[in-house]
Nanobody
């Protein structure tokens, strides 16, 4: 029974930064894929970044060079550092997990079995 609890969302001006956290528990198996997703009103949920338990990382082209995903193994916490934020980054952000290490941002949200509650990120002037 995996549980994911997100925090760190909020409002920021364009060009600003936010750091999202996702505390994970109930990780029974050795190999997992973790993902950060976002969904704006009227839009499909899209993958932003993924990281597996071997620290293999992928990013969506729209955030590459601006966002950094990382994982603190000892604390079972996933992070998303977001820099140079733009208005189009405004969305509800979710962390997610699935068994097995292979995962990339090309996979659909349906492939991920466990989800956090979401945290709102708003970028506006």
């Amino acid at each position: 029974q995996v549980q994911l609890v997100e925090s760190g969302g909020g409002s920021v001006q364009p060009g600003g930064s936010l750091r999202l956290s996702c505390a994970a528990s109930g990780l029974t198996y050795s190999s997992y894929c973790f993902g950060w997703f976002r969904q704006a009103p009227g839009q499909e949920r899209e993958a932003v970044a993924t990281i597996n338990t071997n620290t293999y990382i992928t990013y969506a082209n729209s955030v590459k060079g601006r966002f950094t995903v990382s994982r603190d193994k000892a604390e079972n916490t996933l992070y998303l550092q977001m820099n140079s934020l733009r208005s189009e980054d405004t969305a509800m952000y979710y962390c997610a997990a699935k068994r097995y290490q292979y995962c990339t941002v090309t996979e659909s949200a349906a492939a991920f079995s466990d989800w956090g509650q979401g945290t709102q990120v708003t970028v506006s002037s």
